[in-house]
């Protein structure tokens, strides 16, 4: 354990503080409200906001897409300088919030945008950015990654930068009563992918973290035991706020991280277009079957402390049967069938996309090369 940990984005959490964004964004700021394809328009969100800020000057940035794209978000960067604009509030999921990111730092620099992806340009600096969160499922409303894809070129690359941390977020549970199942089932299938990320490596003796992984682990597994019941303040009080917490940078302070799953789903996602989630149940008990030498010890210890297993020899592989059995009384696939070719031709082309990418050696131990990525898609891929 030897980190520097540092989260001050505040939370302002529960029903109707959405008002809360009044007092939050300064009253002589321009601000420049950026959402999505206008689900916050049909349900009452939008009208909270105008509410909110009906003091303050401002002007709307909209039609933000799932897996957000720098050509869609460059428009609202020409916005943002030419109208000299001082804050962003993102509303919307992930991808507003990831979007509202690239746009405040890339609103800060006089080349394209899509340099702070390559890493030709390193962020100096960004407007400063508040969110509120109408999908639980990223963690991008509390902390400092983005995720943008370049469609011309089919590229889905992070970035990360502490100055694009939103300053505030709000997460108002009521918001979710309109999501749809699928979207709520990407929810719990993220957050639980990004603590297994933080969580599915090898033992470093990590007590306080592991402990408050599996908190998160045996939350998200009960409110997907619960699904059908979910229609109630409980359920999504408590999906918001793990998903918040899975990837609130607690959990994975001084712990080793893994994020192959996230780095070859994404490549499914800049392909075919798959949900970021399912990318990730599509991947990850391939990905884990592959690498159990590796991560023997902690598999069996998160099939005792989450799945309640009793030991035995091979209570690693079944805690990955459990993990998958979760996916798919979800309706999640974890296997590949979309692709609308030959399984040798799309595992190819993922293989094409992580080389160019530069996914040459991921995971915890470096040990997923493009070879093991083959290994791993073998499997993944029907
Ligand atoms: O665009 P609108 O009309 O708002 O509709 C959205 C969108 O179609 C809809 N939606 C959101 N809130 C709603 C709602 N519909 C009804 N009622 C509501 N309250 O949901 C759809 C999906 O939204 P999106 O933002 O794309 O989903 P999500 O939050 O899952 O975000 C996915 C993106 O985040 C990135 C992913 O790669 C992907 O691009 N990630 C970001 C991370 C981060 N910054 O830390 C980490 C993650 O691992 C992930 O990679
Ligand atoms: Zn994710």
């Not at 503080?17 to 009044?22: E, G, L, P, S, Y």
Request: aromatic fraction near 8%; proline fraction near 3%; hydrophobic fraction near 40%.
């Amino acid at each position: 354990m030897q980190f520097t940990y540092s989260n001050p984005a505040t939370i302002h959490f529960g029903q109707g503080q959405i008002a809360a964004i009044t007092s939050e964004i300064p009253a002589q700021s321009k601000v420049l409200v950026i959402y999505g394809g206008g689900s916050i328009k049909k349900n009452g969100v939008y009208d909270q906001v105008s509410e909110a800020l009906k003091d303050h000057t401002w002007l709307d940035f909209s039609g933000v897409e799932p897996n957000p794209t720098k050509e869609t978000l460059d428009k609202a960067v020409a916005i943002a300088k030419q109208e000299g604009i001082d804050f962003i509030l993102a509303v919307g999921g992930g991808s507003v919030v990831d979007g509202s990111k690239y746009v405040a730092a890339a609103a800060k620099y006089d080349g394209d945008g899509w340099d702070i992806l390559t890493g030709k340009y390193a962020i100096k600096s960004a407007l400063p950015l508040g969110a509120i969160l109408t999908l639980p499922a990223t963690g991008s409303e509390s902390n400092s990654a983005a995720v943008i894809t370049k469609a011309e070129t089919q590229d889905k690359l992070p970035f990360m930068h502490p100055s694009v941390r939103p300053v505030f977020s709000v997460l108002d549970p009521d918001v979710m009563k309109t999501l749809p199942e699928r979207q709520l089932v990407n929810g719990i299938a993220d957050a639980w992918v990004h603590t297994c990320e933080q969580y599915i490596t090898r033992p470093t003796g990590t007590m306080v973290q592991d402990g408050y992984a599996e908190t998160l682990l045996r939350t998200l597994k009960t409110l997907g035991e619960q699904f059908d019941d979910r229609d109630n303040d409980a359920w999504r009080k408590n999906l918001m706020f793990s998903a918040n917490q899975a990837l609130f940078g607690l959990i994975g302070s001084g712990v080793l991280h893994d994020w192959a799953t996230h780095m070859i789903g994404h490549e499914l996602t800049a392909l075919w277009n798959v949900d970021h989630a399912r990318s990730l149940t599509i991947i990850q008990p391939s990905l884990l079957r592959n690498q159990i030498e590796y991560k023997r010890a902690k598999l069996e210890q998160m099939g005792r402390n989450v799945f309640g297993l009793a030991d035995s020899d091979d209570l690693a592989e079944r805690t990955i049967d459990a993990i998958e059995a979760f996916y798919n009384q979800l309706g999640l696939e974890t296997q590949f069938t979309a692709h609308g070719t030959d399984k040798a031709t799309a595992i190819n082309a993922v293989i094409a996309q992580l080389t160019k990418h530069g996914m040459t050696a991921l995971g915890e131990n470096q040990a997923i090369t493009l070879e093991t990525s083959r290994e791993i898609l073998e499997n993944a891929i029907a």
